[in-house]
């Protein structure tokens, strides 16, 4: 039962093929296409509006050398948030519970707000790491400290939505499970059960686009100290 639970984290393969680059690819595939027409149709101008507020939002607090990021932060949160919907489908993989996967994001992105601020401001990008009016007797524990809390980062970038969607996708199963089991036996309990499965699958909904968002939120914060 247990290896049955997390078989739905297993990248699916075709003739030992893995097709996590399929699953990868397709969300591009289902966005539409802008026109080169002063019209657009009304899924356009959604979208349009919807990329255009996050990144407006997303860049407010970053001075302009920070706005360079933001074709890339907007195209990472879509790609997050398109992935782990298409994730809640039936019989779909979801490659964000793969920490692998999410950690291969994190990490570059980390990695390359560090070297910004190293190039840009290396006395500022340093002084993070020792806090202002610190005694002097601190000064070597706090530096080891904050240099661990500075390369955990990207751990804890990709472990967080790693384990969000995960829990929630074994939290789902189980329920599923649940009501499959009781349904001839106790067809009441299983009724209640579907409802909470409902208000699940909502909640793992929200949670599958507010974990997309703090990703990419979490990289802008890092990218604004370094900039």
Not at 91 to 107: D, E, I
Not at 126 to 138: F, S
Request: proline share 7%.
């Amino acid at each position: 039962m247990t290896l049955s639970l997390f078989d739905q984290f297993m990248s699916p393969t075709l003739l030992g093929i893995p097709l996590i680059a399929i699953s990868l690819s397709l969300p591009w595939v289902l966005f539409p296409t802008p026109s080169l027409r002063w019209l657009n149709n009304r899924l356009l101008s959604l979208q349009g509006w919807f990329i255009n507020r996050f990144a407006q939002q997303l860049m407010l607090p970053l001075n302009p050398g920070g706005h360079k990021w933001a074709l890339l932060l907007t195209a990472l949160m879509i790609f997050l948030i398109t992935i782990n919907l298409l994730g809640l489908l039936p019989y779909t993989f979801t490659p964000t519970t793969q920490l692998s996967l999410n950690m291969g994001f994190a990490v570059p992105l980390w990695l390359a707000t560090v070297v910004i601020g190293m190039r840009n401001q290396p006395t500022h990008a340093l002084g993070h790491l020792l806090p202002e009016g610190t005694p002097t007797a601190l000064i070597p524990t706090l530096i080891i400290i904050e240099t661990i809390s500075l390369f955990i980062r990207p751990l804890a970038l990709g472990v967080r939505l790693t384990a969000n969607l995960t829990a929630g996708h074994l939290l789902i199963q189980l329920i599923a499970m649940g009501i499959n089991a009781l349904v001839s036996v106790m067809p009441t309990t299983a009724l209640i059960m579907s409802v909470l499965l409902l208000l699940m699958t909502l909640l793992e909904v929200a949670v599958a686009m507010i974990q997309a968002y703090v990703f990419v939120l979490l990289l802008s914060l890092y990218l604004q100290e370094n900039v």
